[in-house]
Each structure stands twice: as C-alpha cells, then as structure tokens.
C-alpha cells in the first residue's frame, strides 16, 4: 500500500467541493458589508487573540487551493461517507451564516442553528473539510485539518471572552445551555 498522498492538478479534483463554500463568502463580502464587519470585528481583543483569529480565518485557503491538486479516491465507502458528511455540513454551513446574518447587530447569537451549538459555523466548516479529506483519502489534507482545528479552537476562545463581556449574564447562561462545538 502506497502511503503519498497522490496529487494530481484535474478538473474534477476536490476543489469542485470547496466552490458551493465560498459561494456565502463572495455574497457577504460584496453585498453584506455590515455582515462582513461584525464577522470581521476583533474589537478588544489581544494581540495574541488577534494572531489566532487571523490564522484561523486564512487557513481555510490553503486547504482549498490543496485540494486542487487532490483527486477523489477510488474507495467507494469513503466516497459515500464523506458525501453524506458533506451535505450535512454544507446545510448547517449556509443554515449557520443565514442566522448570523439576520441576528440584529448589538444582539447575542442564539436562535437557528446556534441552539445546538455556540459556534455552527466553525463546526460546520469543519465538517466540511473533514468531509473533503475523507472523500480524497488525502493524510495531508487531513494532517493540515488537525492543524487548522487548533488555530479555530483559539479563535473561539477569544470569541467567547469578548461575547461573554459584552453579553454578560445573558451570554453565560447561553454558555451553560449550549454546548461550544455539538456534543458537551
């Protein structure tokens, strides 16, 4: 059994997955601009915080532009696991930033999908990219999923803490009822 990972520029390598996720970035950023904002808003926190979130926002791409070169592996139980992972975290991924973008600017997030989950987007997104290694096979693109997980795990954090200063008693009891990622 041959461990490398194969990579092999294609038109019908994995990266046709990645499109129908950028598709929401492309909309917010050219025609929700306020969304973008609040999305985007670092507002008190610490440079370290400020290194993680920027990490984890950019790590997404490379992952992306790897699958370019990364074909769809002939392991048929892989194939159909990873389809079903990736129509489920593809409709909690739009179902996640729908909620977000309609959540008024000033208010906690805690309706839609963010009653199951303090952070559907991360978890969702994740889910996703777990969904494309497994359909590829690919140990690299998995190896850098473990490696961009990390980086999301200190976002969040630094999320929470700014949240939970801004929503006080209100936030921390959203805390105590919902789980950060989906299981407590």
Same mark, same amino acid.
């Given at each position: ?8 520029? +294609?038109?019908?390598?994995?990266? =046709?997955?990645?499109?129908? @996720?950028?598709?929401? #970035? ?5 025609? *929700?601009?306020?969304?973008? $904002? $609040? ?12 290194? @993680?979130?920027? /990490?984890?926002?950019? #790590? ?5 532009? +790897?699958?370019?070169?990364?074909? @769809?592996?002939? %392991? *048929?139980? @892989?194939?159909?696991? +990873? ?15 729908? /909620? ?6 000033? *208010?906690? %997030?805690?309706?839609?999908?963010? !009653?199951? /989950? ?6 969702? #997104?994740? %889910? ?8 590829? #096979?690919?140990?690299? %693109? ?18 929470? $803490? ?5 929503? +006080? ?5 959203? =805390?105590? *009822?919902?789980? !950060?990622?989906? =299981?407590?």
């Amino acid at each position: 059994m041959n461990f490398v990972p194969a990579f092999h520029p +294609g038109f019908t390598n994995a990266w =046709i997955l990645c499109i129908p @996720f950028l598709v929401p #970035a492309f909309i917010i950023g050219m025609l *929700k601009k306020d969304v973008a $904002r $609040r999305m985007s808003d670092m507002t008190g926190y610490s440079a370290r915080e400020r290194f @993680f979130t920027i /990490s984890a926002s950019l #790590a997404p791409y490379p992952f992306m532009v +790897g699958t370019v070169w990364t074909p @769809f592996t002939s %392991l *048929k139980p @892989f194939i159909y696991a +990873g389809s079903a992972l990736y129509c489920v975290g593809m409709a909690a991924f739009y179902a996640s930033i729908y /909620s977000f973008a309609v959540t008024p600017p000033g *208010k906690p %997030l805690t309706a839609g999908v963010y !009653r199951f /989950s303090r952070n559907p987007i991360y978890v969702s #997104a994740s %889910l996703v990219f777990l969904s494309i290694s497994m359909m590829t #096979a690919n140990p690299v %693109l998995i190896a850098y999923l473990v490696v961009l997980l990390v980086l999301q795990h200190f976002m969040i954090l630094a999320e929470e $803490r700014i949240c939970s200063k801004k929503f +006080g008693t209100e936030f921390q009891e959203y =805390i105590r *009822k919902v789980p !950060r990622y989906l =299981i407590r």
